[in-house]
């Protein structure tokens, strides 16, 4: 079993900054990937940003240049930067962990969603 811990939402102004982390730990050999996703009232859960094992990251068009994505393998944390918050922003954020397990010879791939954090934007 994995656990998956996200810490640091919260409420800004437009143009605010926050800072989100993400903690996995568990039974797992590996991390394969990480990635923030968030869903704002009445719309679809979307992937923000996301980061692999091999540290490329990719982002959805309406944060990048705002939002940064980050990783400390060691501590199989990844944060997310948000800097010149708007009110579009405003969402529950989740992080998704992908992990493997190496067994018999095989790998299998998993994944986890923590329970999400509040992120409010005002104008």
């Known amino acids: 079993q994995v656990r998956v811990v996200e810490s640091g939402g919260g409420s800004v102004r437009a143009g605010g900054s926050l800072r989100l982390s993400c903690a996995a730990s568990g039974s797992f050999d590996s991390i394969n990937f990480m990635a923030w996703y968030r869903q704002a009232p009445g719309k679809q859960r979307e992937m923000v940003a996301r980061?692999?094992?091999?540290?490329?990251?990719n982002y959805v068009d309406s944060v990048k240049d705002r939002f940064t994505i980050s990783r400390d393998s060691a501590a199989n944390t990844v944060l997310l930067q948000m800097n010149s918050l708007q009110p579009e922003d405003t969402a529950v954020y989740y992080c998704?962990?992908?992990?493997?397990?190496?067994?018999?010879?095989?790998?299998?791939?998993?994944?986890?969603w923590g329970q999400g954090t509040q992120v409010t934007v005002s104008s």
């Open positions: 980061i692999n094992y091999g540290g490329f990251t």
């Open positions: 998704k962990v992908g992990t493997i397990i190496r067994a018999e010879r095989r790998r299998h791939e998993y994944e986890y």
